[in-house]
């Protein structure tokens, strides 16, 4: 490193590959940059958390990394995905049965190195119930393989083990001429590791248009 | 040329105690020959100290030890054993002969180069400059192929035995000297069977039975006769004996081609009705597989599984792997998925497994880009998750043309490499992504003129607070049923948005999505 411009750039380069940006920004600056790689994060809620889970693949494939999204309500709509910039090839699309098929999908994927991998637990009532070492598990493998794991769940699952958690409260529709324009949620910072909780943002997710 | 004899001693035992080796401390026998006629052909180190003999018939070996364990000659066993013996030796040249019966000829000419360097073993002066210069000497280059030959044999569950000589005849023989490996050097062959019982040449022939009765004990005596007289009073035999008894072996070494596929099976005791003993057995031939195809860099790409049935008939199956693996615990779920799936039907009394092998897939990683995924770990991982799964829920998700909102369909995952710079991701476009719900919830709806007031399903109800819609979605006209629905958007007073749809005919009304959670 010769110049200060230099040393910033070199910092920004790092903070940017140790995190994977869901590049929604409020996400984003509750988060300090995106979920942390080698850790656990969880969003919980009756919010907009597929949505978010959605740009996050979107993020990470689009720079060429490989991810994996275990789906375990079968939710996700490929067209969607296509139009919020997932690079579908670059995606494994597992649809297990239970959530301790998901949890042991997940922690097979986190083994094959994928660097990003989305477990979505659907809607309540969940199917099925796994130990909480089933998350001490996971969180390990995640951090053994720096890879960055994303919960999405109706109520907290993974306890002690993640590294930050967001709370998505109930989404709030917006019609505009009879017709369903937008849905607007309230994300809350309930843990982090290295931040104050507490913080909150405004999340605005717009309908595509037909 | 330089001819390496592998040669596995007693090798119907051999073979029998690669497939079990826990008989390896027991004393057990192996039998040919059917009821009273059933001799034995083998024995292990137990059984002989009890003095039970190769030529004893059974009842005559069971008299001595009434415990004693029997087992048949399996055909199926000594073949893998036989094969993998050659997958060994292919990986000390590429030239080999097989022999069959646990022999193996290489042609080791030139690659005495890839085995020097390596001190005595075992003399506890590898390291030490101030031992004598004796025992930091290099061992010969053809001691140290043979000894690594003895060590790769016993790897796969084999004993062996190596001889080095320059002609067929004169390795074999070195071969089945019980003090291994036997290092007979260029132009010695004569001089290093002279000693030699006539037995040791070649017990097949008859005429080594008539030498001896002549009085001829040793090879030496016979090689120091005068060729024209053994051959006027013996005839073409003779010669040929007088000829081996000086180390001369005309017979060329006859390289066998490459296999197209690795072979693992044996014959069962007892028939097997349950799947889980029959899964601990095939664990062990794969494993044996598995290490047999790592010895030549394959990796199997195709499993086809034949068991044989009792009373009689056969059911084979193959399994088709989403990539090349050597991964035992795959390709093991694998197979028992698919006998749950498809039972056999009867009881089992034998099997062969046959693998196709392929090149393991190999990917340059970038230095600089994202992460690449291994292709083998990948593959593995894919084929763990469609044996816990199934084929249908693992993949890569791929768009469909149409205008139903749940259409969707998966392809096999194959994601191109990474880009070789990382870059910053686009920012996200901020989409709504909905929930969708295969199969649709079935609800019960209230209307009001072309507005819904109410839904009532499973996990869904209330009164509604604003409704969008209808809109028409119509697909498949061409069909003998088309999809005909009207769709509304409608949000509840208690919370939640949903997508509703009603289907044409007496369907009735479905719930498709959820939005905003």
Redesign the interface.
């Given at each position: 490193l010769t110049s200060g411009a230099e040393l910033i750039r070199a910092l920004e380069r790092r903070r940017?590959?140790e995190v994977v940006?869901?590049?929604?920004?409020a996400v984003d600056r509750l988060l300090e940059g995106g979920l942390p790689r080698g850790k656990v994060t969880e969003i919980a809620g009756?919010?907009?958390?597929?949505?978010i889970?959605?740009?996050t693949l979107?993020?990470?494939t689009?720079?060429?990394?490989?991810a994996a999204f275990v789906d375990l309500?079968?939710?996700?709509?490929?067209?969607?995905?296509?139009?919020?910039?997932i690079d579908?090839?670059?995606?494994?699309?597992?649809?297990?049965?239970s959530l301790r098929?998901a949890v042991?999908?997940a922690e097979?994927?986190i083994?094959?190195?994928?660097?990003l991998v989305a477990l979505d637990a659907?809607?309540?009532?969940l199917r099925g119930r796994v130990p909480d070492a089933a998350w001490v598990r996971l969180a390990r493998a995640a951090e053994g393989n720096g890879a960055a794991l994303l919960v999405s769940a109706?109520y907290p699952l993974t306890g002690t083990t993640s590294e930050a958690m967001l709370r998505a409260e109930?989404?709030r529709?917006r019609?505009r001429g009879?017709?369903?324009t937008?849905?607007e949620?309230t994300l809350r910072l309930e843990k982090h590791r290295r931040k104050r909780p507490g913080e909150g943002a405004r999340?605005?997710?717009?309908?595509?248009e037909a | 040329m330089r001819v390496a004899c592998f040669f596995v001693p007693m090798f119907p035992l051999a073979a029998r105690l690669r497939s079990e080796p826990e008989l390896l401390h027991e004393a057990v026998v192996i039998v040919e020959g059917n009821g009273n006629h059933a001799h034995v052909v083998a024995a292990t180190r137990r059984a002989r100290k009890q003095g039970i003999r190769p030529g004893h018939s059974l009842v005559q070996a069971r008299s001595i030890l009434p415990k004693l364990i029997a087992r048949g000659r399996d055909a199926a066993c000594e073949r893998t054993a036989e094969d993998a013996l050659l997958e060994v030796a292919e990986s000390f040249s590429p030239r080999v002969e097989d022999a069959g019966d646990g022999v193996a000829f290489v042609d080791i000419t030139g690659t005495e180069r890839l085995f020097g360097g390596q001190r005595a073993a075992g003399s506890g002066q590898e390291g030490n400059p101030e031992a004598p210069p004796a025992a930091r000497r290099p061992l010969p280059a053809e001691h140290q192929l043979a000894a690594a030959a003895i060590q790769a044999i016993e790897a796969i569950g084999l004993p062996a035995r190596v001889g080095i000589a320059a002609s067929k005849l004169a390795a074999r023989v070195a071969a089945e000297l019980p003090q291994t490996p036997t290092v007979v050097a260029a132009g010695d062959e004569a001089k290093f069977l002279a000693p030699l019982p006539l037995a040791r040449l070649s017990p097949a022939l008859e005429a080594a039975a008539m030498l001896q009765r002549f009085g001829l004990t040793s090879i030496g005596d016979l090689a120091r006769l005068p060729e024209n007289e053994i051959a006027s009073r013996l005839g073409e035999i003779g010669r040929e004996l007088h000829f081996a008894a000086r180390g001369i072996d005309p017979r060329p070494l006859i390289p066998r081609a490459l296999p197209p596929e690795f072979r693992e099976g044996m014959e069962l005791e007892w028939p097997l009705v349950a799947l889980e003993p029959f899964v601990f057995i095939a664990n062990a031939a794969l494993d044996r597989l598995s290490k047999r195809m790592e010895i030549q860099g394959f990796a199997c790409k195709r499993i086809e599984i034949t068991l044989t049935l009792e009373p009689d008939g056969y059911d084979a199956r193959a399994i088709d792997l989403p990539a090349p693996t050597r991964d035992v615990k795959t390709i093991l779920t694998l197979i028992r998925l698919d006998l749950e799936k498809r039972p056999p039907g009867a009881p089992v009394i034998g099997f062969t497994l046959v693998a196709h092998p392929d090149r393991p897939r190999r990917a340059q990683l970038s230095l600089f880009?994202?992460?690449?995924?291994?292709p083998e770990?990948?593959a593995?991982?894919?084929a763990?998750?469609i044996s816990?799964?199934g084929e249908e829920?693992?993949?890569?998700?791929?768009?469909?043309d149409g205008h139903l909102?749940?259409?969707?369909?998966?392809a096999d995952?194959?994601?191109?490499p990474?880009?070789d710079t990382?870059?910053?991701?686009?920012?996200?476009?901020?989409?709504?992504?909905?929930?969708?719900?295969?199969p649709p919830i079935p609800v019960e709806v209230i209307t009001d003129g072309q507005k819904i007031a109410s839904i009532r399903g499973e996990?869904i109800e209330g009164a509604v607070r604003?409704c969008?819609g209808p809109w028409r979605i119509e697909e498949g006209w061409w069909r003998d049923v088309p999809a005909s629905r009207e769709y509304w958007?409608v949000?509840l007073w208690g919370?939640g948005?949903y997508r509703v749809y009603c289907a044409g005919g007496a369907e009735g009304w479905f719930v498709d999505a959820?939005?905003?959670?």
């Open positions: 940017r590959d940006p869901t590049t929604i920004e009756r919010g907009a958390r597929l949505s889970v959605v740009a979107a993020s990470a689009s720079i060429g990394e490989a309500n079968d939710a996700f709509d490929p067209q969607l995905g296509e139009a919020a910039g579908l090839r670059r995606m494994l699309w597992v649809r297990p049965n098929q042991a999908a097979m994927l083994g094959a190195g994928f660097q659907g809607l309540p009532p109706p109930a989404s529709a019609w009879g017709l369903l937008a849905v949620t999340v605005s997710f717009h309908v595509e | 880009g994202p992460a690449a995924l291994s770990k990948l593995t991982t894919i763990r998750l816990m799964l829920r693992v993949g890569m998700p791929m768009t469909v909102p749940e259409r969707n369909a998966i995952f194959a994601p191109p990474p880009p990382r870059r910053p991701p686009p920012r996200a476009r901020g989409l709504l992504a909905a929930r969708t719900f295969r996990n604003i969008s958007d949000e919370g948005i959820r939005f905003g959670v």
